[in-house]
């Protein structure tokens, strides 16, 4: 009975400090990407290929940590960069999601263009994107059920009412689940009540097109067109995805501190051996 007791002392202990984690940062994500100096996996263990040869700006101004640095995408004709992460089946996600990225733009959009700042697309193979729209430079969240774009079909078309400004850095994310999704801006959730979203479309997306594009960093899958202005020209940072929809107070805590804090998954499993521990002494 005195050991039971310190074993379920021990549990209580573990349980009872999850939630002050929780606190501090989201669970870790299914896969994330530091951006300093590569495009290497912090979680998840997916890399990246670099495309165009990208570079990295040192110390970024997001958060102050050592090693900290933000990948730079330079476009010319004769030169286009981005991400291709691939179609690993941890990224094969069609319901509960949340992408998170901080930005920066160098020049926005041409008018009436999008620029992808992340994205599972393709032409035909639509799943989700999140981007920077028109010269205006608007935020644009665009999912789609069916693989297409088309109004009268499965879609969501979310754009800011507010223009993200060229050379500062922004927070955006976004998050679906079941027919609901949210888009926020530096912590922010947006929304038609309040005046800050534009749902230009808003159809039944009960979950996202299973799309065999890659994740891609900068740009969509294919149909790029550097004269059309199709690459994203700017900067990024600290880019996660979780296969769950986060709340408004973890994506608020992800804006204010660094993924690089995200404790990692085998965190509680070291506090209940240390509980575990503890419990076999007093035997």
Not at 7 to 20: D, E
Not at 80 to 101: E, R
Not at 127 to 144: C, E, F, I, K, Q
Request: hydrophobic share 35%.
């Amino acid at each position: 009975m005195k050991g039971q007791t310190y074993l379920l002392a021990s549990i209580v202990c573990v349980l009872s400090f999850a939630p002050a984690m929780g606190d501090t940062m989201p669970v870790n994500s299914t896969a994330s990407w530091l951006l300093d100096g590569d495009v290497n996996g912090q979680y998840g263990g997916i890399d990246g290929t670099a495309g165009g040869g990208p570079t990295y700006g040192t110390t970024s101004p997001v958060f102050s940590y050592t090693g900290n640095e933000y990948l730079q995408l330079r476009q010319s004709s004769s030169n286009q960069q981005y991400v291709d992460f691939g179609n690993p089946t941890a990224l094969q996600i069609t319901n509960n999601l949340t992408v998170s990225l901080w930005m920066k733009t160098d020049t926005q959009p041409l008018s009436g263009k999008t620029q992808f700042l992340a994205c599972k697309y393709g032409n035909g193979t639509r799943s989700w994107g999140v981007a920077t729209y028109d010269d205006t430079g608007v935020v644009r969240l665009m999912l789609s059920d069916y693989g297409g774009f088309d109004s009268s079909n499965g879609i969501k078309d979310y754009r800011s009412t507010a223009s993200v400004t060229n050379g500062q850095w922004n927070h955006i994310a976004f998050t679906f689940a079941d027919n609901v999704a949210k888009l926020y801006l530096n912590g922010v959730e947006l929304t038609t009540g309040a005046g800050t979203l534009n749902a230009v479309t808003d159809n039944t997306v009960d979950t996202l097109y299973s799309s065999a594009e890659p994740v891609m960093l900068g740009t969509r899958a294919d149909l790029r067109d550097y004269s059309k202005g199709d690459y994203y020209d700017g900067n990024l940072d600290e880019v996660a995805i979780w296969n769950s929809a986060l709340s408004a107070d973890e994506v608020a805590r992800l804006y204010n501190n660094s993924i690089s804090t995200i404790p990692e998954p085998a965190t509680l499993s070291l506090l209940a051996l240390g509980g575990l521990g503890v419990w076999l002494r007093k035997k």
